[in-house]
């Protein structure tokens, strides 16, 4: 069975800095690996996707994540927060041969300081 | 605007209603999905229609029941709901699962 897994409820940071929100993912085959946004009261947006290629994956708003095979990881990133990137990012996996369910991870709520 | 449209946006109903839930995608996806968001818990699958046929059911209780009518809409269909059953439901649509478009959402308040 597929599972995601994001380590962190909360995570906070000054605006500047840099930011990394975790995830790790279990899957039986080859992963599709997602990572959404979520602002109040609103649906979830598409920030980047990894399926196959290069391991780091640029995605919207400055947003990047790195995919890591022997750790089972796909972190967010971003080099500066903005106040604005506060919000709840959610992870997700889809196996490529499972149908087309996507699991999602629990959430985590960034916060950026200004 | 993701090209995925809920409607309402906002629903209050009493335990004894029926009340019914919709979405349109006219991004000519072949999947369509049912999530629920409650406070504190993960996104929960409810249902997967892929080509208009049900794939998934996540052991939802039978008081939702969902409808595809076609490849552009999704209905989730509400009768007898428990208080506990108030949430965020958020419908999604995917060409081949490569990435799930959401819509904003309808927030159910069961009193």
């Known amino acids: 069975a597929q599972s995601v897994a994001q380590p962190e409820d909360q995570v906070k940071v000054a605006e500047g800095n840099p930011l990394t929100v975790k995830c790790t993912y279990s899957v039986s085959g080859n992963p599709y690996l997602f990572w959404y946004v979520q602002y109040p009261n609103r649906g979830l947006q598409f920030l980047l996707k990894?399926?196959?290629?290069?391991?780091l994956v640029k995605g919207s708003y400055g947003f990047e994540a790195e995919f890591n095979k022997s750790q089972t990881s796909f972190h967010l990133k971003k080099p500066s927060a903005l106040v604005s990137d506060s919000a709840l990012y959610f992870c997700?996996?889809?196996?490529?041969?499972?149908?087309?369910?996507?699991?999602f991870g629990p959430g985590t709520r960034l916060s950026v300081l200004p | 605007e993701t090209g995925v449209t809920q409607t309402p946006r906002h629903l209050v109903m009493g335990m004894t209603n029926k009340k019914s839930l919709k979405c349109e995608q006219h991004l000519g996806h072949n999947a369509m999905y049912w999530y629920k968001q409650s406070a504190k818990k993960p996104l929960e699958l409810m249902f997967v229609y892929s080509l208009e046929e049900r794939v998934e059911n996540n052991s939802v209780p039978s008081r939702f029941s969902p409808e595809c009518p076609n490849s552009s809409h999704l209905f989730l269909h509400l009768h007898t709901l428990q208080p506990e059953d108030s949430a965020l439901y958020l419908c999604?649509?995917?060409?081949?699962?490569?990435?799930?478009?959401f819509g904003q959402g309808t927030r159910l308040t069961v009193v």
């Open positions: 997700a996996v889809r196996e490529w041969d499972y149908g087309q369910n996507f699991v």
């Open positions: 999604a649509s995917s060409q081949e699962g490569m990435k799930a478009f």
């Open positions: 990894y399926i196959t290629g290069d391991n």
